[in-house]
């Protein structure tokens, strides 16, 4: 069954260095989402991407942040300048339509 | 704005024992899409069910079962006869447009 995968599984990062989180969607589907975990907290959303360009953002995603879909597989979220209270768990998502399919999240670490 | 609430925080019950979660939501939507995820100790986010605004048949499926009612905003979620491997954080969550609002998620223990 297709999967989204995410790499890296774990980042350690230091404060203010810029980090590339990577996604691999489901081949056929054509949205794509970042979520963020903070640990212990619920899911929030952050971006949605459909047709190369961002569909929708939350208040979260501010300037720091950027994604891309550099090839016709790939995925990423760039946080430029990391804080430390940017370490949470990331999510990304894709779907065909409606349900959303999750990877299993990089674990970011700011430190 | 959306909001999902997740009433309970945490759940424990003994393997065999039938538990609902329970999700209450705000929206002024008139279409929008209900879901239930589960988050297993490792970490991932499984997608367990949708529902949209305007399907109120209740489902089941094996031993889960969901009741969708539109009149009181609610989309609780039933495990039947619980077992170890059910412990989680159950995650409901609502759609309208692009992005899904989590709940706070509830805490399920099932004790052998």
């Not at chain 1, 949205?31 to 961002?54: A, C, D, H, M």
């Not at chain 2, 589960?38 to 889960?64: A, T």
């Not at chain 2, 409901?92 to 099932?110: H, I, K, M, P």
Request: hydrophobic residues 30%; aromatic residues 14%; charged residues 20%.
């Amino acid at each position: 069954e297709p999967e989204v995968t995410q790499t890296p599984s774990h980042q350690v990062t230091q404060m203010g260095q810029e980090v590339i989180l990577r996604c691999v969607p489901i081949s056929n589907h054509l949205y794509f989402y970042w979520y963020r975990q903070i640990l212990g907290q619920k899911v929030e959303f952050l971006v949605s991407f459909y047709n190369n360009e961002i569909s929708e953002k939350s208040e979260i995603f501010d300037d720091q942040f950027s994604v891309e879909r550099p090839d016709g597989s790939n995925f990423t979220l760039k946080i430029r300048s990391t804080k430390l209270e940017d370490s949470a768990m990331y999510f990304c998502a894709s779907s065909p339509g409606y349900e959303q399919y999750f990877g299993p999240g990089t674990r970011l670490t700011v430190t | 704005a959306q909001k999902v609430t997740q009433a309970q925080t945490e759940i424990s019950v003994v393997e065999k024992e039938d538990v609902t979660l329970d999700c209450v939501y705000e929206t002024r939507d008139t279409t929008y899409y209900l879901f239930w995820y589960k988050q297993p100790p490792s970490g991932e986010l499984v997608f367990l069910i949708r529902r949209n605004s305007f399907d109120e048949q209740n489902e089941i499926s094996g031993r889960y079962s969901w009741n969708f009612q539109k009149s009181t905003s609610s989309f609780n979620f039933t495990i039947t006869a619980s077992q170890v491997v059910d412990s989680a954080v159950y995650f409901c969550a609502l759609a309208s447009g692009s992005r899904l609002t989590f709940g706070e998620g509830t805490q399920l223990t099932v004790n052998p």
